[in-house]
């Protein structure tokens, strides 16, 4: 275990050395002058010539790559174009948002998703069933920003129980836990409908399995049959797909958060690539690709908790 973790480790650094390039190589080629937006549209040439000067940005593509990637293996992901403030401290600063919106998003997947398929599979081609099927299908087919819109239009508008959007309130507030509530249910349909259909397969092979026979044949209940001996060998498959959702989930609430007025990572982001703030884009753009890694480290570990007999030894 301990062998595996590093190896996935330095692969970790590489794969960030590979992103940063693929990332800041986007930013150098892109339509637009960060110069230019930054001066005004009542700037004279020689001014915005001063403020790419000052910038570096007239300087070779590799020696402005060359001085980032020194900048980050120090641990210095740079200033913004507009603020002047250190990446760092402005990402840290709406991060708790984009993770308290994954984290209950990603409760909601799961809740709906794993109960939801394992009686789909119990009750096989029942009405629960097929309702289950077309939840999955709408789930994965809906678009956020129509949900969320929808949602908004309904709990918020009309009957006035839930507020329209925002995320300023502590989480373990009554207040806070309203704010999430129809976020969360807007990022996380999509995934508990993948998470269902994941859940209902794996249930439906298990449950099929010469153990299952065999524990029903020793006079077990068929509670304890479902949901101690099939679910646990079922889950395996089903947290590759909850690990993945998750990590999918902490880089896209962009689309959410710009819904519901949510100040996290992705609406950073979307605000500084309309300024052409690069070291803001690139600095997210890596603490989504390495929390992604991440989670699927964290997720290999799990599988070991699940299932003693995988080893990566």
């Known amino acids: 275990m301990a062998g595996m973790i590093v190896r996935r480790f330095f692969q970790l650094i590489l794969l960030l050395v590979g992103i940063s390039f693929l990332v800041f190589t986007s930013m150098y080629i892109a339509p637009g002058d ?18 790419r000067e000052d910038l570096g940005l007239n300087d070779p593509f590799l020696v402005q790559y060359g001085r980032y990637m020194n900048g980050l293996f120090h641990g210095d992901l740079g200033y913004s174009y507009q603020t002047k403030q250190p990446v760092w401290d402005a990402i840290m600063t709406r991060f708790p948002n984009t993770l308290k919106l994954a984290i209950a998003s990603i409760i909601v997947a799961v809740i709906i998703g794993v109960v939801a398929g394992i009686i789909s599979a119990i009750r096989q081609n029942s009405w629960f069933d097929v309702s289950s099927t077309v939840f999955a299908l709408a789930g994965i087919s809906i678009p956020n920003f129509w949900l969320g819109t929808v949602l908004i239009l309904i709990f918020a508008v009309n009957l006035q129980l839930l507020p329209v959007g925002g995320l300023d309130q502590p989480f373990y507030t009554a207040e806070g836990l309203k704010q999430l509530i129809l976020p969360a249910i807007t990022l996380g349909t999509g995934s508990a409908a993948m998470i269902a259909r994941m859940s209902r397969s794996s249930m439906l092979e298990v449950i099929r399995a010469d153990f299952i026979r065999t524990a029903r044949a020793k006079g077990l209940r068929e509670r304890t049959v479902i949901w101690v001996h099939a679910l646990r060998n079922a889950m395996i498959p089903v947290i590759t797909v909850i690990g993945l959702n998750f990590g999918f989930l902490l880089g896209g609430t962009i689309i959410t958060e710009q819904v519901f007025a949510i100040n996290g990572v992705g609406r950073l982001m979307v605000q500084a690539i309309a300024a052409r703030d690069f070291p803001m884009v690139q600095g997210s753009v890596l603490l989504v690709a390495t929390l992604f890694v991440l989670v699927n480290l964290i997720v290999d570990i799990i599988y070991t908790l699940v299932d003693p007999r995988i080893s990566y030894d």
């Open 34 to 51: 960060p110069a230019t937006i930054i001066a005004g549209p009542t700037a004279s040439q020689s001014d915005i010539e001063a403020i």
